[in-house]
């Protein structure tokens, strides 16, 4: 949550990370969480990446079972043209938040498989 709210103060902060020797950021992805909130890996990664040349943007992990994967290669592709070589992306199946399955209508119990 450093790095949340309006545009000019995420871009404050994040240049004060990087003069302080950070490469890279490490940022979550949820469709909806605990407290019903959920914050968009893509977007997220898509906004940093902008505001700086050279740091990278770690998305993880992002829950490839609550989303189409066309969609996905779509987005990420787009991401990776826009920052070449700056954002890394891990993937998996979901576990701590069964809210967020039941929300996508994914049965946790078959996520992943197929």
């Not at 990664?45 to 992990?61: D, E, F, N, S």
């Not at 779509?74 to 809210?99: C, F, K, M, N, Y």
């Amino acid at each position: 949550m450093l790095l949340k709210g309006v545009l000019p103060l995420r871009k404050n902060r994040l240049d004060a990370l990087f003069k302080a020797g950070i490469d890279h950021l490490f940022i979550a992805d949820h469709v909806s969480f605990h407290n019903g909130l959920g914050m968009d890996g893509m977007v997220n990664a898509a906004t940093l990446a902008a505001m700086h040349p050279t740091m990278k943007v770690v998305i993880g992990v992002y829950l490839l079972a609550l989303r189409h994967p066309v969609t996905v290669a779509r987005q990420l592709s787009t991401l990776s043209l826009s920052a070449p070589g700056r954002i890394i992306l891990g993937v998996g199946v979901g576990g701590e938040d069964r809210h967020e399955m039941e929300v996508c209508g994914v049965n946790p119990a078959t996520r992943g498989v197929h």
